[in-house]
T-cell receptor, first 112, second 117 residues
Framework: DQQVKQNSPSLSVQEGRISILNCDYT??????FLWYKKYPAEGPTFLIS?????DKNEDGRFTVFLNKSAKHLSLHIVPSQPGDSAVYFC???????????FGTGTSLTVIP | GAVVSQHPSWVICKSGTSVKIECRSL??????MFWYRQFPKQSLMLMAT?????????EQGVEKDKFLINHASLTLSTLTVTSAHPEDSSFYIC?????????????FGSGTRLTVV
């Protein structure tokens, strides 16, 4: 049972434009969310996080939006750069524990 | 920042043998570490939570006798895949939490590519 879903397996964006990656979750107990970036054969690298008490968190070119009522979060990258090309995972954690549950990932390609 | 070292980065073993993967927190102590497994083009799946000085907590469907986890110190957790079979071939990743970090502190190792032949 996939509790965290990323319905778009891939996304292509022109350099300089905005990249929007989406993530949906089903467990209403999730209260902390993270986005990770992953290159092939490497471990994920933390990008940005958001807790359920906020609906937006911004860090440089990366902004995460959380819509609790819709159980949806999104990652905006603007402007997109070729170096952003990677697989992006969203992850969620319930308030009862420290483990995170990952989405299936979205492969982002930024075209120069 | 927090660094998690995972070793080996890749390993090939014969079917029926056992393989040990190490996960070390280099500049912080981690009472809890997590082991994930990723199949090609699939999500990272949490396998187990490794607790220092106590038994690991396994996710549903993960065989604890096959995937032995030992967390003997605050900086080292090991995952041993026992009697490996080709279907155990996968990418294994550990993570640890640095409680001092602002971002909830989860740092991942670089992963181990296991191929069982």
């Amino acid at each position: 049972d996939q509790q965290v879903k990323q319905n778009s397996p891939s996304l292509s964006v022109q350099e300089g434009r905005i990249s929007i990656l989406n993530c949906d979750y089903t467990n209403s107990m999730f209260d902390y969310f993270l986005w990770y970036k992953k290159y092939p054969a490497e471990g994920p690298t933390f990008l940005i996080s958001i807790s359920s008490i906020k609906d937006k968190n911004e860090d440089g070119r990366f902004t995460v939006f959380l819509n609790k009522s819709a159980k949806h979060l999104s990652l905006h990258i603007v402007p997109s750069q070729p170096g952003d090309s990677a697989v992006y995972f969203c992850a969620a954690s319930p308030n009862t524990g420290n483990q995170f549950y990952f989405g299936t990932g979205t492969s982002l390609t930024v075209i120069p | 920042g927090a660094v998690v070292s995972q070793h080996p980065s890749w390993v090939i073993c014969k079917s029926g043998t056992s393989v040990k993967i190490e996960c070390r927190s280099l500049d912080f102590q981690a009472t809890t570490m997590f082991w994930y497994r990723q199949f090609p083009k699939q999500s990272l799946m949490l396998m187990a939570t490794s607790n220092e000085g106590s038994k690991a907590t396994y996710e549903q469907g993960v065989e604890k006798d096959k995937f032995l986890i030992n967390h003997a110190s605050l900086t080292l957790s090991t995952l041993t895949v026992t009697s490996a079979h080709p279907e155990d071939s996968s990418f294994y990743i550990c993570s640890a939490r640095d409680s001092r970090a602002y971002n909830y502190g989860y740092t991942f190792g670089s992963g181990t590519r296991l191929t069982v032949v």
